[in-house]
């Protein structure tokens, strides 16, 4: 049985065909809607998130399927100290599969070991969040016809930013890629990151300036800047407007450029962006919706459910993980596993933090 | 495309036009069973109303369709500070049409100004709650079979009571229509309610006695007095059983008079009161559920969504809108519009304060 | 019309009547697929239990039905002080049948009294939760293919545990029993549980030990023992490892013997138990939907709604009712009844407790 924990639990060929099976979706929306008359997609919410459960829910539901769950953590038995992968073992009697979101890193993989049924992980902690990434790709490859040969600049909160990480992961797996890292010196890409690039061969420029590469960019990829993220409120104000797109930033832009953001934003995209034929954010929520649909009857097919497991190999291990967000730090008798990396050194089977 | 912030956004044949459907949805049920197949509701209520969102969810299950969407704030987006526009621009990728209860006041205008699908206002803090006013109206009409020529008692809060307000502004469309206001003191109808009924050449009478008109009702609407209310606790003691309804007081009012109450009621009607015939207020809810059926049907018809746009006009305008409930004041970079009124002065475009 | 608010609500041969739809349901789904379509089930969960109302929903969904409601109490119209059988008026505008889950003890009983449709108890406070039982019940026929003579051990908090308490209720009925209960002496059995069970000509035993009747066991029900019900961390240190059931603790068991609990667990079952085929807990959360199922199309069936009433009879009573978390005691104007009993005592007819 597959699961999805990462983006790149996929190949590159199932994300091609997860795209194909998208833009059939969104062609033929008739052709669909029975299709999974009679399965239960359970939606835990371990913490809130609308747009990414309410996305979910107009998936299945689109699909012909039907939806329980909860939508925060006090409405679940987790509240009673119930471990998650109990929970998918019970939740297991009353739906087909489980798209779970959890603020401990590693919950879904937890989850997903015990599950007799597909576990979607739609974001555990600061760790992954697959199907953001899998909706921003379709809108890549929408907007520009192609995953190949693409300029993407990713501007914002590059050091803690849970979706730049995981798209850039994604993206290292097409031709030619050339990243563009647009951050304050605070944020900036974390060092193990811009080294696991270079060992992939991408190309990669870092710029304290939105405006620098502007004219370069296929894609820009905007995020938010948070300001708990400085030390003061000076820090914080010294930097903001620089990282702030509006319509002047964009004068310098490509016709077919085109803007992505994760939502929720706040300010760092002018309301007078809205309008461009380049802002492709609300498009790419849109995206998100077709995405979870196609992904939802890939993991319902019988050759999903047939499949070997593709869960992560790991190993026993003495050490405690280091993260205090880990799901083996959080839940009671948890047997610490690791995995072996190629360098020699091992990382957190659940959280990937490096022991 | 047509919403509905405001009852008084549908005309008098609109409104007679939802009553007939209402009717023939009570009548005809199986014909309306499927007739949403593969439509979806979105209810997003920014606070919690369980009777108001049960009702909507209903309305739309039995008309074949589905529904999605959050009870309280915490599980939305607005958490992250996420404002209304944006979230009808993004839900409206998930669903056909949204029900959205918020306690700010204009922030149904403010999410139907950029939102790709219909708004209905469930409810937006003090300001308007039209829905209520329809399942009013229905009752009114289901129960005495006009909405014309009719004597309407309106009992306990007069100056906060949103609901009441919203149906006296419905009923002043209709013929010979008197009021009595039946309040303490304290809790009279704002004086610009009382000056807008005289110019609109109605009839009102106002008193501080429940008994003292019964003989006269066609319809008594009952409200809640709050205990915050007043300034102290004597003050609510010394009125609070004057404004409640028990079968005693009742033993003048005619066999034909109505009793309404928006629900829920904690003590302003006595249980006793229930199983007399006159009591309405539970039919009431059952007729809350038809007209939502019915403007649901209508909000989703061809001729609705290709409709030209029912938004209140506004200008831009420096001022402020003084009153800090209104989205005006509670939205990151909102831009104050207002409307002139035919006196020269001018009121808040989206609370409709007066400036 | 027919409600259930206790498990005994149910004749035994209604009992056998349920199981044997429930199987029927696990044998032939599709038969079942649509069944209830156009019905709603409305769950009312004034707190918060994920499990439950999980079950509940997709029991419902899988019988073609759709769901409406609220997972807990500050969603809903409680917060505003409206008594359940109010809420049960209202909504039984907008479903067919309620589930209500109320931490107060007797509010099912207080909503069925003016419910015009079915009201399921999904547990109301420490007093019963029967749809539990009956998952306990099913579990132990299918896996054993009987509910007479049984040896039947209880583990745990047999003091304050409601599942407890309702299991040897509906057991009492089956012929030749054997109760073994097993707790530290704390959390014994109330003993006017005990006298009820020797009056009714039960065998019972009482021990400490979990070990001591393993080899005649042929239903352990394992229950979570609470840090919080004992005096001192010292006092539950001293005895919880000796109801932890471990596999080593199951060496001398019967190789029939299963394993029920009410979930979720915390530690009170080693994990390394979960994948000994005696453990049926994981099966009991599987059989809970099926008896859920079954009992929506029992109460939903022309025979039960247009049998004679099934709630508890009770005469006017001056007393109040001492129990705190009695209905009678926690909404406006509630009038007391109670109801005698054969050795001359009343009992309060919401909670049952002894007057």
Same mark, same amino acid.
């Given at each position: 049985m597959r699961h999805l924990l990462?983006?790149?639990?996929?190949s590159v060929d199932e994300l091609y065909s997860l795209i194909a099976t998208a833009e059939d979706i969104a062609a033929n929306r008739a052709k669909y809607a029975?299709? !999974?008359?009679?399965k239960k997609l359970a939606t835990l919410f371990f913490e809130p998130s609308t747009r990414t459960r309410l996305s979910f829910e107009a998936a299945m539901l689109e699909l012909g399927g039907q939806v329980i769950g909860f939508?925060?953590?006090?409405?679940?038995?987790a509240s009673k100290g119930e471990c998650v992968s109990d929970t998918a073992r019970v939740v297991a009697n009353y739906a087909d599969i489980i798209a779970m979101r959890h603020p401990i890193e590693g919950a879904a993989l937890a989850a997903a070991e015990k599950s007799p049924i597909p576990i979607i992980n739609a974001g555990d902690g600061g760790h992954c969040h697959p199907t953001q990434t899998l909706a921003d790709l379709l809108t890549i490859h929408r907007e520009?016809?192609?995953?190949?040969?693409l300029t993407i600049g990713l501007c914002g909160d !590059?050091?803690?930013g849970r979706t730049v990480h995981s798209l850039i992961n994604a993206m !290292?797996?097409? %031709?030619n890629i050339r990243f563009i890292f647009i951050s304050p010196k605070s944020l900036r890409l974390p060092e193990y990151t811009l080294r696991a690039l270079e060992e992939a061969g991408a190309q990669a420029v870092e710029t304290a300036?939105?405006?620098?590469y502007m004219p370069d960019l296929d894609v820009l990829y905007m995020t938010r800047i948070q300001?708990?993220?400085?030390?003061?409120m000076e820090a914080y104000n010294a930097v903001k407007d620089s990282y702030r797109l509006t319509p002047d930033k964009l004068?310098? =832009? %490509? =016709?077919t450029m085109r803007i992505l953001h994760?939502?929720?934003?706040?300010?760092?995209?002018? %309301?007078?962006?809205?309008?461009?034929?380049? =802002?492709?954010y609300f498009r790419q929520t849109f995206n998100g919706k077709l995405m979870r649909e196609a992904l939802l009857l890939f993991l319902l097919s019988d050759a999903a459910k047939s499949a070997p497991s593709n869960l992560p190999k790991g190993e026993k291990c003495a050490e405690k993980c280091p993260?205090? %967000?880990c799901i083996t730090n959080n839940e009671y008798g948890f047997e610490m596993m690791c995995t072996s990396l190629e360098d020699g050194t091992k990382k957190c089977r659940y959280c990937e933090t490096k022991l």
């Amino acid at each position: 049985m597959r699961h999805l924990l990462d983006v790149c639990d996929l190949s590159v060929d199932e994300l091609y065909s997860l795209i194909a099976t998208a833009e059939d979706i969104a062609a033929n929306r008739a052709k669909y809607a029975h299709i !999974l008359d009679g399965k239960k997609l359970a939606t835990l919410f371990f913490e809130p998130s609308t747009r990414t459960r309410l996305s979910f829910e107009a998936a299945m539901l689109e699909l012909g399927g039907q939806v329980i769950g909860f939508s925060e953590a006090s409405s679940s038995s987790a509240s009673k100290g119930e471990c998650v992968s109990d929970t998918a073992r019970v939740v297991a009697n009353y739906a087909d599969i489980i798209a779970m979101r959890h603020p401990i890193e590693g919950a879904a993989l937890a989850a997903a070991e015990k599950s007799p049924i597909p576990i979607i992980n739609a974001g555990d902690g600061g760790h992954c969040h697959p199907t953001q990434t899998l909706a921003d790709l379709l809108t890549i490859h929408r907007e520009l016809g192609r995953l190949d040969d693409l300029t993407i600049g990713l501007c914002g909160d !590059l050091l803690y930013g849970r979706t730049v990480h995981s798209l850039i992961n994604a993206m !290292l797996r097409y %031709k030619n890629i050339r990243f563009i890292f647009i951050s304050p010196k605070s944020l900036r890409l974390p060092e193990y990151t811009l080294r696991a690039l270079e060992e992939a061969g991408a190309q990669a420029v870092e710029t304290a300036s939105l405006e620098e590469y502007m004219p370069d960019l296929d894609v820009l990829y905007m995020t938010r800047i948070q300001r708990e993220r400085f030390p003061s409120m000076e820090a914080y104000n010294a930097v903001k407007d620089s990282y702030r797109l509006t319509p002047d930033k964009l004068e310098s =832009a %490509k =016709a077919t450029m085109r803007i992505l953001h994760p939502l929720p934003r706040v300010n760092e995209i002018a %309301k007078s962006v809205d309008d461009d034929p380049r =802002a492709a954010y609300f498009r790419q929520t849109f995206n998100g919706k077709l995405m979870r649909e196609a992904l939802l009857l890939f993991l319902l097919s019988d050759a999903a459910k047939s499949a070997p497991s593709n869960l992560p190999k790991g190993e026993k291990c003495a050490e405690k993980c280091p993260n205090p %967000k880990c799901i083996t730090n959080n839940e009671y008798g948890f047997e610490m596993m690791c995995t072996s990396l190629e360098d020699g050194t091992k990382k957190c089977r659940y959280c990937e933090t490096k022991l």
